[in-house]
């Protein structure tokens, strides 16, 4: 019978790999520590609950194991690192399945328990003698809660005799998970091998998928053909909410983390409070494509790079020699008690030692005297449009040169100018595909994206239409940047006024933009835009035109009319599961709403009166009062 590793074996035989650089008397000594260990059975166990996504309910548990406290073998990595350098990973794995097993029993868990188990142990020529089968029918557990993790830790070549091992494995009651996918050598191939159960995606995709299109692209692809084989899916190392609440309106049905619950030696029963009202809160969480794509939320750190650092006292000479022994290497950062003091760059020292008896006059002299005593210097917090500004204003040296990124004035590292233009460059690409250029918002693509995703998780939702009334006029009359202006500022006032996190802005294109309230005090919100709207509209004209509400422009054909000031008109629908079943729908309604906002003079709201309540209306003239209804 197979040999069950009780831990994450891709982290331990990952390590076990790595070439150990103890000395032969340590090793000895953790050698006999590890005999120790497996002969008295010093493990202990531990449990991680996995959640049911959209019920909140357990649904089982992954056992781990940790050595002694009181031994550096108490990481798994180590205890797993020194059993596969010693050929005794089997025996130990034989052990830490009994250890996890029994505890599991002894404390009555309720649900599943997943047990990890590399292939190549799976297919141990004593791997079918039922060891783990009389094992769990003498301790009480059936077959059928028991899932057998499969963590990939070297290449698979040998799928067929896999195949055989798992269908074993089928026949007495288990089922299969693959732990880890896309992580792995070939996890995608095992999968369409094996067919298991479940797959556990590993925890890189999930850790930041609310920031990230490429996780998020790569969990919906996984869903997807989860759906298909019938498979069930279980995101793993979920530390945030906001992470959470995505996974699971992707579809994802089942999650574990520290977020969820951290492993523990007694662990809960059910979720802790926080968790349980935030899984039992019915929202969306936005989707990462559909954040405003600003430069803004990109900073510095993400350009950062670790150099050679020298102090102001060091030899010309030996800075040479640095950058002698470094052919790619263009600047120093010139660094004294942590704090930065210039740059040297490798341009300027050879261009001068080139000079007839410079080497010799200043070789033996510190670097400080050649050094750029006045360095473009930003911390780690400066957005990437504020350092764009930055360099721009500054002296054209600067953007060769590179700049150096602090942390409270301390020196962090360097970022050059190269990776500052395509990193800029990237962006732009990004905000071109999915993000209007003018506010970058979203654009249709990702609202369309966003609609569907709130339909397939089946959330009641507002669905706003804003549009400018009379906005074409006031273009023509006061100039295409002011107009310009108008919409960025509308852009922002939406932005101010709704939830990040629950709440979602897109812009239509041109004066129209379209707002995802989940908020439940939509109402409040969209009365609160309309007040500010009417607020800052008065700022774009003159204060004659503001005094007599409006200004004469010339039409089309040359007369003169009166228009009067830009207003704000929300048609408003409201949206639950089961009326609207795709993003036209939507929008047909969205956009009739939009119609009858517009036929009402001044700012104003209109929400269909067939599922909410009457229009809200706010004379353009006067600011929004608080309570209107």
């Not at 150990?20 to 000895?28: D, F, I, L, N």
């Not at 009480?140 to 698979?156: D, M, S």
């Not at 060091?314 to 640095?322: G, S, W």
């Amino acid at each position: 019978m197979n040999q069950i590793v009780i831990e994450k074996p891709v982290t331990t035989f990952k390590s076990a790999r790595t070439p150990s650089h103890r000395p032969a008397e340590t090793e000895q000594i953790l050698l006999a520590r590890l005999h120790e260990i497996i002969d008295l059975q010093l493990l202990s166990a531990l449990f991680q609950p996995i959640v049911q996504l959209q019920s909140g309910e357990i649904i089982g548990y992954e056992g781990l194991i940790r050595g002694p406290s009181d031994s550096p073998l108490h990481s798994p990595l180590n205890l797993f690192k020194l059993a596969w350098a010693n050929n005794l990973t089997v025996k130990l794995e034989h052990l830490c399945r009994q250890v996890v097993l029994k505890k599991f029993a002894e404390l009555n868990l309720p649900g599943k328990i997943f047990l990890n188990v590399s292939p190549e142990c799976l297919l141990q020529r004593d791997a079918k003698h039922g060891q783990t089968l009389d094992l769990i029918h003498q301790i009480g557990i059936h077959p059928e809660r028991v899932i057998i993790e499969l963590t990939e830790n070297q290449p698979t070549y040998d799928y067929q005799l896999l195949g055989q091992a798992v269908t074993h494995y089928r026949q007495m009651g288990f089922q299969i998970a693959i732990d880890d996918l896309g992580e792995g050598f070939s996890s995608l191939r095992l999968w369409s091998e094996l067919r298991p159960e479940y797959v556990k995606i590993d925890m890189h995709f999930i850790q930041g998928i609310n920031n990230d299109p490429v996780k998020m692209q790569f969990v919906k692809s996984i869903q997807e053909i989860a759906d298909k084989s019938g498979t069930m899916v279980i995101a793993e190392g979920i530390e945030t909410q906001a992470e959470m609440l995505l996974v699971r309106n992707l579809g994802v049905a089942h999650g574990q983390g520290y977020h969820i619950a951290r492993p523990h030696a007694q662990p809960a029963l059910v979720l802790s409070a926080v968790v349980e009202h935030a899984l039992g809160h019915k929202h969306t969480h936005i989707s990462p494509r559909n954040r405003i794509q600003r430069q803004n939320t990109m900073t510095a750190i993400k350009l950062l790079r670790q150099l050679p650092t020298v102090g102001p006292d060091m030899l010309n000479n030996q800075v040479y020699e640095i950058f002698l022994a470094n052919p790619a290497l263009q600047i120093i950062p010139i660094v004294d008690d942590g704090k930065p003091a210039g740059l040297i760059t490798r341009e300027n020292l050879i261009e001068r030692f080139s000079r007839l008896y410079q080497r010799e006059l200043y070789g033996k002299k510190p670097c400080s005297s050649f050094m750029d005593r006045k360095p473009l210097v930003v911390d780690r917090d400066t957005s990437l449009q504020e350092l764009s500004s930055i360099i721009v204003e500054a002296d054209r040296h600067h953007l060769s040169n590179g700049f150096i990124i602090t942390e409270q004035g301390r020196y962090l590292g360097m970022g050059t100018g190269q990776d500052f233009v395509r990193e800029i460059t990237q962006m732009q690409m990004i905000a071109a595909r999915y993000a209007n250029p003018l506010t970058l918002l979203p654009g249709n693509v990702p609202i369309n994206e966003q609609i569907e995703l709130l339909l397939q998780g089946g959330r009641h939702f507002f669905a706003c239409y804003c549009d400018l009334d009379h906005f074409k006029p006031f273009n023509d009359a006061y100039g295409y940047r002011r107009g310009d202006d108008v919409i960025q500022s509308t852009g922002q006032i939406l932005i101010d006024r709704v939830d990040p996190d629950r709440d979602w802005v897109g812009h239509i294109g041109g004066d129209d933009f379209i707002v995802l309230l989940q908020s439940r005090d939509w109402h409040a919100r969209c009365e609160a835009i309309l007040q500010q709207f009417a607020h800052m509209i008065q700022s774009y004209y003159s204060i004659e035109d503001r005094e007599r509400g409006g200004y004469l422009s010339e039409d089309r054909q040359g007369v003169k009319v009166f228009c009067p000031l830009i207003s704000l008109s929300i048609g408003i629908v409201k949206v639950e599961p089961g009326k609207f079943y795709s993003h036209h729908q939507i929008a047909a309604a969205a956009a009739e709403a939009k119609k009858q906002a517009k036929k009402i003079s001044g700012n104003s709201m209109f929400i269909d009166r067939r599922l909410g309540p009457p229009p809200t209306l706010l004379p353009r003239d006067t600011p929004m009062p608080s309570n209107a209804t």
